[in-house]
C-alpha cells in the first residue's frame, strides 16, 4: 500500500457522473483525484449505451437491407458476422473514448486520473483505498460508482446471463429468453430478434415498459409479437432455472399451474442495484435507502457530511444526461458554497429497439389525474416522411392542457422516436402552448412534421388559430 495521498477532494467512478464531478472539482480549484477500478467511460462506454447502441444500429442495418428491394435495389439476403460486429463494438468504444473531449478538460483541470485502479473501500471516513494499492486522504469524497443488475433469490439464477455477456458471445444464439421488459430487456429481446435469434421475452408485471405511456407499451409489445417474438406479459412466478442439454431451462407457474420455457441463454434484465458492495459505506458512515440505493438530499450529499453521491449510485433517473447533471451539482457542491440544488426537469428518454419509443412529460394516464387534457394521436402510416421511407409502424401522441394549452406530454413509437421527442422536451420545458408549436413552419418532409401536425390538430380541437393549423396537416 502507498502513503496517503492528500487530496481536497477524490471522485470514485469514471462513468459520466464521475468525469462530470472530477471536471468541476478540478475547475473550481480543489486538488481533485478520480479514482475508477476499470477504464475511462464507465459503464457508460463499456457497457452500456455505446455498446449496446452499436448492437441497435447493426440490427436496424439488418432491417433497412431488407427494404432495399421495395426500392429497386438488388441485393442478396444480409448475413451477420457477430464476431466482426464485436469488433465493430470495440472500435465504436474505442473511437468514442479517443475523441471523448471530457478526458482533455480533465486534464486541463488539474485532476489526476486513476484508471484500472481496482475496487475503492473506505477504510474510515476519510481514507479511501483501492485494490491496486493506492491509498487517498481527503477532505470531501463523491461516489459515483454506478450500479449494477439485480439478481433474484431463486435457485439456479446463477445459470442466467445478463446484457454484458454480449460481448463475449461468438455467435448469435439461436434461442434465448428474456427476464424483465424494461429498458434493458426489450433493448435485449428486440436486437437479438432481429439478428435471427428466437425470443421469449417474460415480463412478471401486468405489460412491458412499465414506465411508459399504455398505448406505447401495447404498440412495441404487438410490434415486437408481430416480428416473430413471443411476449408473455404476466406470466407469473418463477420457481427455478435448470442445466439442460442444450441451455437452460426457466421453471414458472401462474395460478398453481406449472409451465416452462427453454432456450440457449436465459438472460436476466430484472432492474439496476447501486453498485456499493465494495466500498464499506458503514466504516464512512453513509446510509442507503431501502432499495440499495445511496441516500442523498438536494445537494446530492450522503448522510455523511462531507461525502456526495452523483449519477444510478443515488437510483434516480439512472440515465447519461442525469449523471452528467448531477455530477456537476457534486463537483460544485464538494468544491465550494453556497451549494447548488439539482432541480426537476423534463428528462426525454427513450429505447433504440425496433420500433423506437420514447417519451417527455406526463403519460396520459398521469396527466389525466390532475388536468383536463385533449390527446391526439397522429398515426405513422398518414404522415408524408414515413410512407416515403417505409417506416409506417407507430404513432406521435401529444398530450395538452385544455385550460392553459401547455403541451403536458409526447410518446411516441416508431422511426426516430427518440429524436422527435427530444423537440416535444424543449417546448414542455419552455412552457410552449400548443399553438406555438404549430405555427412553427417545420421542415417537409421530416418525421418532426409529424409532431407539429399532431400540434396543428390539438390547436384546431382547442378551437386556437383553427384555418392556420390547416397548413400544418399537410406534413
Ligand atoms: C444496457 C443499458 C443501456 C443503456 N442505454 C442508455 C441510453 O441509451 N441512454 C442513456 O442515457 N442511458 C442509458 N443507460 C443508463 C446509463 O448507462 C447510466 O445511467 C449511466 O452509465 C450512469 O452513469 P454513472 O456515472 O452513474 O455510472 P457508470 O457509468 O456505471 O460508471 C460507474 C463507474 O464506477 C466504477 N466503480 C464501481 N464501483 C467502484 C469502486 N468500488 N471503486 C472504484 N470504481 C468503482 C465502475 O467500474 C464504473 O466505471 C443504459 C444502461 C444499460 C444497462
Ligand atoms: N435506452 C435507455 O435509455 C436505457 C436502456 C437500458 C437501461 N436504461 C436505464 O437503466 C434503468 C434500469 O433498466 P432495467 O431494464 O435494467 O430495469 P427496470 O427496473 O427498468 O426494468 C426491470 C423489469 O423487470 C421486471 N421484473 C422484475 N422482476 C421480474 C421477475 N422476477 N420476472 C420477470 N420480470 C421481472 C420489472 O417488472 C421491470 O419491467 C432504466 O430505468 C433506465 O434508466 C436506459
Redesign the pocket.
Known amino acids: 500500500m502507498s502513503d496517503s495521498i492528500p487530496m481536497d477532494v477524490v471522485v470514485?467512478?469514471?462513468?459520466?457522473?464521475?468525469?462530470l464531478a472530477a471536471l468541476r472539482a478540478g475547475d473550481l480549484g480543489a486538488r481533485t483525484a478520480l479514482?475508477?477500478?476499470?477504464?475511462?467511460?464507465?459503464?457508460?462506454?463499456?457497457?452500456?449505451?455505446v455498446p449496446?447502441?452499436t448492437l441497435a444500429q447493426a440490427a436496424r442495418l439488418l432491417r433497412d437491407a431488407r427494404q432495399l428491394g421495395r426500392y429497386g435495389i438488388a441485393v442478396t439476403e444480409p448475413v451477420l458476422d457477430y464476431e466482426r460486429l464485436l469488433e465493430r463494438v470495440r472500435e465504436v468504444s474505442g473511437d468514442v473514448r479517443t475523441h471523448a473531449a471530457l478526458r482533455e478538460q480533465i486534464a486541463a483541470a488539474g485532476v489526476t486520473v486513476h484508471e484500472n485502479?481496482?475496487?475503492?473501500?473506505f477504510t474510515d471516513p476519510h481514507t479511501l483505498e483501492?485494490?491496486h494499492g493506492l491509498r487517498f486522504r481527503a477532505e470531501k469524497f463523491i461516489l459515483?460508482?454506478?450500479?449494477v443488475?439485480r439478481r433474484l433469490p431463486i435457485p439456479g439464477f446463477e445459470l442466467t446471463k445478463t446484457?454484458s455477456d454480449a460481448w463475449s458471445l461468438t455467435s448469435v444464439p439461436p434461442t434465448m429468453v428474456v427476464v424483465g421488459g424494461g429498458?434493458?430487456g426489450v433493448?435485449?429481446a428486440s436486437v437479438f430478434n432481429d439478428f435471427g435469434t428466437r425470443v421469449q421475452l417474460f415480463e412478471a408485471g401486468a405489460r412491458i415498459l412499465p414506465t411508459e405511456d399504455e398505448d406505447v407499451a401495447a404498440a412495441v409489445a404487438d410490434s415486437f409479437r408481430q416480428a416473430g417474438m413471443e411476449v408473455r406479459e404476466d406470466f407469473g412466478r418463477i420457481e427455478r432455472f435448470e442445466a439442460t442439454p442444450g441451455g437452460v431451462r426457466m421453471v414458472f407457474s401462474k395460478d398453481g399451474v406449472q409451465d416452462s420455457a427453454e432456450a440457449a441463454l436465459v438472460v436476466a434484465?430484472v432492474g439496476?442495484m447501486a453498485?456499493?458492495?465494495?466500498?464499506n459505506l458503514a466504516v464512512a458512515g453513509v446510509e442507503t435507502d431501502p432499495r440499495g440505493f445511496v441516500r442523498v438530499d438536494a445537494q446530492l450529499r450522503t448522510s455523511a457530511p462531507h461525502i456526495f453521491a452523483?449519477?444510478?449510485?443515488?437510483g434516480r433517473?439512472?440515465?447519461?444526461?442525469?449523471?452528467l447533471q448531477?455530477?456537476f451539482v457534486a463537483g460544485s457542491n464538494a468544491a465550494r458554497s453556497p451549494m447548488i440544488s439539482v432541480t426537476d426537469q423534463v428528462s426525454p428518454?427513450?429505447?433504440?429497439t425496433d420500433p423506437e419509443y420514447a417519451q417527455a412529460g406526463l403519460t396520459e394516464a398521469k396527466a389525466r389525474q390532475t388536468h383536463d387534457v385533449v390527446v391526439v394521436v397522429v398515426p405513422f402510416d398518414s404522415t408524408t416522411r414515413t410512407l416515403i421511407d417505409g417506416q409506417t409502424t407507430g404513432f406521435c401522441k401529444l398530450i395538452v392542457d385544455r385550460a392553459t394549452r401547455e403541451i403536458l406530454g409526447c410518446h411516441v413509437v416508431g422511426e426516430r422516436a427518440?429524436d422527435l421527442v427530444q423537440i416535444a422536451a424543449i417546448a414542455i420545458e419552455a412552457g410552449m402552448r400548443v399553438e406555438q408549436l404549430a405555427r412553427i413552419p417545420l421542415s417537409f418532409p421530416t418525421y418532426t412534421g409529424v409532431l407539429g401536425r399532431a400540434a396543428a390538430i390539438a390547436a384546431r380541437q382547442l378551437q386556437v388559430d383553427v384555418d392556420r393549423a390547416r397548413l400544418a396537416e399537410l406534413l
Open positions: 470514485i467512478g469514471a462513468g459520466p457522473a464521475g468525469l479514482v475508477t477500478r476499470d477504464e475511462f467511460g464507465g459503464m457508460a462506454a463499456h457497457d452500456g449505451p449496446v447502441r485502479a481496482g475496487a475503492a473501500r483501492t485494490q459515483c460508482s454506478g450500479g443488475s446484457h429498458a434493458t433493448q435485449v434484465a439496476w453498485d456499493t458492495s465494495a466500498l452523483a449519477g444510478d449510485v443515488t433517473l439512472m440515465l447519461v444526461p442525469q449523471a448531477d455530477g428518454m427513450g429505447s433504440f427518440v
